[in-house]
């Protein structure tokens, strides 16, 4: 494999956990279950430490394919992607702190449980924003026309 195939292959295991942890976080709080919770860091945890590793095989994807990509493109999609990957952090560290204090035999915070799940709709959001950006990369046929964006400003 080559580091955009690596790239490609790592980064659908944050976007699509951050769906899941999100759900996970959502049914906790709704039903007051502690498992759900610990699940749902978890998961956090390691979607987290996937976007790590995704976040940090974009540049040499990107220089595998330098010649070929349109770099103002590429330019928006790792913006986004570093702003994706900050949040993340920011949430693993949550979680793990979380799961700390659940070995702890510790309760988390209510706050800490309302944050995480805050966090995650925001991650998951930017997440989905930074994976259209990268489909533009290799496939601008997703992107909306011109002309349309234009009509709603008219």
Do not use: K
Not at 27 to 39: C, E, K, P, Q
Request: charged share 10%; aromatic share 12%; proline share 5%.
């Amino acid at each position: 494999m080559n580091w955009p195939q690596i790239h490609l292959a790592l980064v659908h295991f944050p976007v699509v956990g951050a769906f899941f942890s999100l759900v996970l976080f959502a049914l906790a709080l709704f039903y007051r279950s502690d498992l759900l919770f610990r699940v749902g860091c978890g998961f956090t945890v390691f979607c987290a430490l996937a976007a790590a590793a995704s976040y940090f095989t974009g540049g040499e994807a990107f220089e595998a394919m330098m010649a070929e990509l349109d770099a103002d493109v590429v330019e928006d999609h790792a913006l986004v992607a570093r702003g994706a990957f900050l949040l993340y952090t920011l949430g693993g560290v949550g979680a793990l702190v979380a799961l700390l204090q659940e070995l702890q035999e510790e309760p988390a915070a209510p706050a800490l449980r309302w944050a995480l799940l805050a966090v995650n709709v925001v991650v998951f959001g930017v997440l989905l924003w930074a994976a259209h950006l990268g489909g533009l990369i290799r496939h601008p046929e997703i992107a909306p026309p011109v002309e349309s964006i234009a009509t709603l400003f008219l």
